[in-house]
């Protein structure tokens, strides 16, 4: 039986209050041809049928754990015990949602607080919320955060963000009051990416918005951004896209940041297909008010007992409808419970370690590339991913490696087309790289570039 | 000249500004007041515009600007002590003062006599 709470004439009564004489006619932006398209699908096959069809299918990846593998860019292949999936899978924790009638899952909002904990020491700040969609998202909530608190609109986005998390922040501020620069990438000078977004800075910015690692590696002190900033009352808002590199790097709350975005999956969580990830948001005790998402607290029962609250929801939008801090109402609980649990078996000394192997996989990795004849390191500082000029297409360089059996890396000409970078190959290095695997890619690598 | 608006808000005109304030009544439905954001002082403000927020631990609300002019000054106790709205709403808890742009916008709200039978009628 299926449930339909609307009757047709609640329906008619709705569409009569709009001015609307037909259901399909809310959807007539949607191009026709694209709305119901035709899916050319055999009438019937059998299910033996269709698995050996879809195992043929899937036999066309190459999975990142079976090659030498230097995929980066935001989403990180990194070394998840199985202790995590069983740890997540139990039945007390396994769901995917937020919980709305919170107060009786007093676990789950244990391991909430204990992440939000995790997440503002690890960012250097002193307040997170129980996690946003991804890093782009994140990103994009702590552009009109920034609104909010300065009442100015004009945001600077640094060159060296990830230029999908651009895209995201500019499509989602498309029908707000923010205003976007968006700055070039110089991925072979971060000193003048970084001047240029203190040039950029003035009275009217309400925020800057820089990534650190940036997205072709380089690890920048921001600490004189935060200064520009602060000058301007712009807040400094800083992305992490690879959150282990807050094992080695100063964290952006050090530095001076007023909000810490960033992508969670590093910790935990496997690559998905691109997600589901986690998003990390993180602000400063004044600005909690405006931070948007939910929010744990501790608190002490009517007897005086220790126990977890969702606290401060009165901003969000099942209370304060329209007038809500943001439409941000939910998280990513799975995802997180999958960072929390990985995070507190890492401890600080263990993600230190992880991340010291990451650098030192790097430095190999920078070592070989550098000592091809025509292949040039862009980075002279770096976490766990640097950028190299080919002296050709990296776009066919990575299509003839992958033909050889190794994914070497991200063509920054795939993220930024028509920018001429085409010859730029961004790479990344985890600690699940060996060092069969960098000199099967330099050895490779050699023979294409020659 | 003390006035009452029906969104349960106070004004105390005195020498052409205006202190505006939430009434007993108002901190009474609110509950226990949590945080209060006030405006900056200079904003200028319509009569209906949102000038503030106040957030108990069951709702948030807006503060109406209940006339037209510029803030002149900000209750700044509000931000460490925002129960003070709740203990005194019609004295200590004030929000902001600003000026009176047009005085016929004061027609039309009530007196402490009127507000207080219209809070009876609504119980």
């Not at chain 1, 609640?10 to 709009?18: G, N, V, Y």
């Not at chain 1, 036999?59 to 754990?65: D, Y």
């Not at chain 1, 766990?384 to 190794?406: F, H, S, W, Y």
């Not at chain 2, 009452?4 to 009474?28: P, R, V, Y």
Request: glycine residues 8%; negative net charge; hydrophobic residues 45%.
């Amino acid at each position: 039986m299926r449930y339909l709470p609307l009757t047709s004439s609640d329906r008619q009564l709705m569409l009569d209050k709009i001015g609307v004489r037909h259901v399909d006619d809310l959807f007539r932006d949607v191009p026709a041809d694209d709305l119901n398209p035709d899916i050319d699908l055999p009438r019937r096959k059998t299910e033996m049928e269709v698995e050996r069809y879809l195992s043929k299918m899937a036999a066309k990846n190459i999975a990142a754990g079976s090659v030498p593998f230097f995929v980066g860019g935001g989403a990180y292949k990194h070394h998840v015990p199985a202790t995590v999936d069983h740890m997540i899978q139990r039945g007390e924790f396994l769901t995917a949602y937020t919980p709305y009638q919170p107060e009786i899952a007093q676990g789950t909002l244990q391991y909430i607080f204990e992440f939000q904990t995790q997440v503002a020491q690890l960012t250097g700040m002193d307040v997170a919320n129980a996690s946003m969609y991804d890093g782009s998202t994140a990103t994009a909530e702590a552009v009109m955060m920034a609104r909010r608190v300065t009442r100015k609109k004009r945001a600077v986005v640094a060159g060296g963000l990830h230029p999908h998390y651009r895209a995201v922040v500019e499509t989602t501020t498309q029908f707000t009051d923010d205003e976007i620069i968006a700055l070039q990438a110089q991925p072979a000078d971060a000193a003048a990416e970084l001047q240029a977004v203190i040039d950029s800075i003035d009275e009217t910015t309400s925020c800057v918005v820089v990534q650190n690692p940036t997205i072709t590696g380089h690890v920048l002190d921001l600490r004189p951004l935060a200064e520009a900033a602060h000058a301007q009352k712009a807040l400094l808002i800083v992305v992490v896209t690879e959150v282990v590199s807050l094992g080695l790097v100063m964290s952006p709350g050090e530095m001076g940041a007023d909000i810490v975005v960033g992508e969670g999956q590093s910790i935990g969580n496997g690559l998905n297909f691109g997600g589901p990830y986690v998003g990390l948001f993180a602000t400063n005790q004044k600005y909690v008010r405006q931070m948007p998402g939910r929010l744990c607290g501790e608190t002490v029962d009517a007897d005086g007992k220790r126990g977890f609250v969702l606290t401060l929801s009165t901003r969000e939008q099942h209370i304060r409808r329209e007038k809500a801090t943001s439409n941000i109402c939910t998280n990513s609980s799975l995802c997180s419970l999958a960072f929390t649990v990985h995070m507190t078996l890492l401890g600080e000394k263990g993600l230190r370690e992880v991340a010291k192997v990451n650098h030192h996989k790097a430095q190999q990795l920078k070592a070989a590339m550098a000592a091809i004849e025509r292949v040039e390191v862009l980075n002279d500082t770096f976490f766990n991913e640097i950028t190299i000029r080919l002296p050709k297409d990296a776009t066919v360089v990575v299509e003839g490696l992958a033909a050889k059996g190794i994914l070497a890396g991200i063509p920054m000409a795939r993220l930024t087309p028509n920018a001429g970078m085409d010859d730029l190959l961004i790479m990344a290095a985890t600690e699940t790289v060996t060092e069969d695997d960098i000199e099967a890619l330099a050895a490779a690598l050699k023979e294409l570039v020659q | 000249m003390l006035k009452f608006s029906e969104d349960h808000e106070w004004m105390l005109i005195e020498n052409g500004i205006a202190t505006i304030g939430i009434t007993d009544h108002a901190q009474s439905a609110l509950g226990d007041i949590v945080f209060v954001e006030l405006p900056e002082v200079g904003a200028s403000f319509n009569k209906g515009d949102d000038a503030a927020v106040v957030e108990s631990v069951k709702a948030a609300s807006e503060v109406f600007a209940p006339l037209s002019g510029d803030i002149t000054a900000i209750n700044d106790v509000l931000e460490g002590e925002p129960g003070t709205v709740n203990s005194s709403p019609m004295d200590d808890g004030w929000f902001f003062k600003m000026t009176v742009a047009d005085t016929s916008e004061l027609e039309g709200f009530m007196d402490e006599a009127a507000y207080g039978e219209f809070v009876a009628g609504l119980e």
